[in-house]
């Protein structure tokens, strides 16, 4: 009963993707991002870049101050599953490599150093 009661009253969990951002006035907007360093609210453009070790890192910037954000990397053999999970010809295969795909990404390290 005391856990009904605790779940009634707890506020909302935050927004779990981390482009998805609240108004001032409390208003979700879905797929928008706020920029930590000048508050600018847009909509992330989202490319990949090489790593350098044959990888990508997903990268957006702000349009207004250029602040750059790092929304994840993955590794070259995430890489190849990634494609593999495109090609799988069942749903069963596909929910196979998804689950090996995630321990070869990396999600949102944030900002970058400019």
Same mark, same amino acid.
């Given at each position: 009963?005391?856990?009904?009661?605790?779940?009634?009253?707890?506020?909302?969990?935050?927004? #779990?993707?981390?482009?998805?951002?609240?108004?001032? &006035?409390?208003?979700?907007?879905? +797929?928008?991002?706020? $920029?930590?360093? =000048? /508050?600018?609210?847009? #909509?992330?453009?989202?490319?990949?870049?090489?790593? &350098?070790?044959?990888?990508?890192? +997903?990268?957006?910037? $702000?349009?207004? =101050? /250029?602040?750059?954000?790092?929304?994840?990397?993955?590794?070259?053999?995430?890489?190849?599953?990634?494609?593999?999970?495109?090609?799988?010809?069942?749903?069963?295969?596909?929910?196979?490599?998804?689950?090996?795909?995630?321990?070869?990404?990396?999600?949102?390290?944030?900002?970058?150093?400019?």
């Amino acid at each position: 009963m005391e856990d009904e009661l605790l779940l009634a009253v707890s506020p909302p969990p935050p927004p #779990t993707r981390p482009a998805d951002v609240m108004t001032a &006035g409390g208003e979700h907007i879905e +797929g928008q991002a706020r $920029c930590d360093a =000048c /508050e600018h609210l847009f #909509t992330p453009a989202l490319r990949e870049e090489p790593d &350098g070790s044959g990888g990508v890192v +997903g990268r957006f910037d $702000c349009p207004h =101050c /250029e602040r750059r954000y790092e929304a994840y990397a993955i590794d070259a053999r995430g890489l190849s599953l990634r494609e593999r999970v495109a090609g799988a010809k069942s749903d069963r295969h596909r929910r196979h490599l998804k689950a090996q795909l995630k321990a070869h990404v990396t999600h949102g390290r944030g900002l970058l150093p400019a």
